[in-house]
């Protein structure tokens, strides 16, 4: 089958070199895709948002199957889109509906849908600039420190841990009246802040049924020792050791199943992934936030540890038969280290040439293309955040160190990447 990819990170660069394990495809499509991607399939100079455009192509094309990566065409419709035009009706889109997608795109949806169907999270409300009184009353009532969420889509940006009844006080005001945040700020959820280890759990469903992926870890700060700002993340490892039977039966009972649920009894349609971002709270799980696609680094992390075929995965959720597939997991451990721009994740330079890339076929680690482009046949840096490093082993050890000695043989002018991925996660319970 021919199948279109959208998208253009390390995730999409995960997706397609999994994708091209299979046998069952006959041409893949990456748009707009990367450096990376362009070695694999064919990258296709198109917008994720441009849903004509990419009508046009799927249709001449003769394109069987379409996934979106990224959440930005999930919110903005692109699943109603295809199920209103009888021409694209019939091909299966991977990814929630608008409805679904609000899961990520307000994070007032969000909350008020897990309060309906008693999901655990931290204790909430939601202001705008009508209630702003009523917003700095509630940041009062709070034990500092105070967490404050853009409600739409700010590119990872929308959150702030404030330390202070004043600092949570201040970015309010700056989130709801001067915008902060843009639009996306214009309504703001305030939450008790959660003291735990934080996960990330992806789940995959049809609408009916589900499947819940290998569970991972993700480093969000610049800085090793969680230090500096927050970023889209540094890095990722699989598995979890807290995450174990015990844990995930709760994850299960208490969150996947009443989320799976609660939108089948609203009426939200829903085929694609769902990745639950958790803080384990004293061996309790509580719900962070709903994002509704694949993570950015957790999937270079979680798609090595697949074993049965990921393109008969994504069909199936396609044609709502997942509870025929049978989801294998591969007994191994890895480590995802995301080499980025100097600078970032503020002002940062493109279009740095990348050395060292043909040094790497040695080792037991993936290299994924993120923010890269092929100029001329010289791989140079077009992003933040630049490469993401898989290490595999039996081992988590194993893994670190695989992925560190592949990244230690790649350069170029102002690269950076932390030197402490995964060692928390080594030391977890000492």
Partial sequence: MNILLLGSGGREHAFAWKLAMSDKFKKLYVAPGNAGTAEIAENVSLSVNDFEGIREFVL??????????????????????????????????IGPSKMGAALEGSKDFSKKFMSRHSIPTAAYDTFTTKDLEKGFEFIRNQKPPI????????????VLICQSHEDAENELKEMLLNQKFGDASSKVVVEEFMEGIELSVFVVTDGTSYKILPAAKDYKRIGDQDTGLNTGGMGAVSPVPFANDSFMAKVEKQIVQPTINGLKEEGIKY???LFIGLMNVNGEPKVIEYNVRMGDPETQA???R???DFLDMLYSIGTMSLSHYSLEIDNIATTTIVMVAGGYPEGYQKGKTIKGLDQTADTAAKVFHAGTIDHDGSIQTNGGRVLGITGMGKTLQEAIDNAYLTANRITWEDA???KDIGQDILNFGK
């Fill in 271 to 273: 085929k694609g992934f």
């Fill in 416 to 418: 950076y990447f932390r």
């Fill in 147 to 158: 967490v404050l969420k853009a409600d739409g889509l700010a590119a990872g940006k929308g």
């Fill in 60 to 93: 001449t094309h003769h394109v069987s199957m379409v996934i979106v990566g990224p959440e930005e065409p999930l919110v903005r419709g692109i699943v109603d889109y295809f199920a209103e035009h009888i021409d694209l009706k019939s091909i299966p889109v």
């Fill in 302 to 304: 979680v798609l090595p």
């Fill in 306 to 308: 697949i074993k049965s």
